[in-house]
Structure formats: C-alpha cells, structure tokens
C-alpha cells in the first residue's frame, strides 16, 4: 500500500503530462508544416496571384486540421520578399496583428529570390489542454513558432 501512495503522484503526472505533450507536438508539427508549404507555394506563385491570397489559403488549409483559421485570434502569418524589381524588401503580415508580437526582421535576408514565412500560434488559441496548470506547468501565454524560407524558380540556373 505504502509504494501504491509513493508511486500514484508521479503516475498521475506522467500521465496528464502525456495529456499535454501529444497535443502540443501534433500542434507543433503542423505549425512547422503550414510555414513551409505557404513559403514553398508563395516562391511558386505567377501571373495575378497575390502572396495574401496564396499565404491565406495554404495556411487555413493546414491548420484547420486543428479547427484554427487566420480569422482566429492568436494566429499570426508574416510573409518577408522582395517586389518584382528586387529591390525592396516587401512584409505581408496576416491573421490576428493585435495581440500578438510582431516578428523581428529575418537576419541575412538578402536574396530577390527568396520567400519567408513565419507562422505564429498561441497556445491559448490551440486545442492543447492545460490539465497541469494546478501543478505550476502551465502553457499558457506561450508561442508555436516557426520560420520557413523557400527560393522561387528563377533562384536555379537555366540549362
């Protein structure tokens, strides 16, 4: 009996951390997925498409997986590029620009060929639960972030 009353604490939290965890990688994993599709198709885009349009419907894509858009607070894109001329460097944010922080400028940025997203998503706005909150482990007022960087077409040498 004396081992059972040592042991159940720790069983507990082991097993509502896995209660946490699971969620937060599977969260994590399609916050770094959205931010290299939408990099990938915006170095794609030709004609009249628009980085907005194409950073928009990628994004909403992949994270309605978790029932999140850019119309849901605490979902943040920034889009970095330079316009058609190359010599300016053009920021596209997207989705919630009021609570969240804007993004520093990425560092050796330098290329007219390429593209980077930032995805940024509020823990509180995820469907992560907050079960070990009680227990001083509290995800709240946290981030998902990741930066991905994509180079268009005209970045490889033509044969």
């Known amino acids: 009996m004396f081992e059972v009353l040592l042991l159940f604490p720790v ?5 509502l951390s896995f ?5 937060t990688v599977t969260v ?11 990099a990938r198709e915006i170095a794609k885009k030709t004609g009249t498409q ?27 894109v920034d889009v970095w590029e330079y316009d058609d001329v ?3 460097v053009i920021q596209t944010p997207l989705g919630d620009l ?3 922080p804007a993004p520093a400028d990425p560092v050796g940025f330098n290329d007219p060929d390429q593209v980077i997203v930032q995805v940024t ?20 007022g946290r981030y998902l972030v990741h930066r991905a960087t994509a180079f268009r077409d005209s970045y490889l040498p033509t044969p």
Do not use: C, W, Y
């Not at 069983?11 to 097993?15: E, N, S, V």
């Not at 858009?69 to 943040?76: D, I, K, N, Q, Y």
């Open 11 to 15: 069983l507990l939290i082991a097993t």
């Open 19 to 23: 209660f946490v965890l699971g969620p």
């Open 98 to 100: 009021g609570v969240l």
């Open 121 to 140: 998503i509020e823990v509180d706005s995820t469907p992560i639960p907050n079960v070990l909150s009680n227990m001083k482990f509290d995800v709240s």
């Open 28 to 38: 994590r994993q399609n916050v770094q997925h959205a931010a290299e599709e939408a």
């Open 86 to 88: 190359g010599n300016t």
């Open 50 to 76: 628009t980085t907005t349009i194409i950073a928009t419907d990628v994004v909403n894509e992949v994270i309605s997986v978790h029932s999140l858009s850019l119309a849901t607070p605490g979902v943040r």
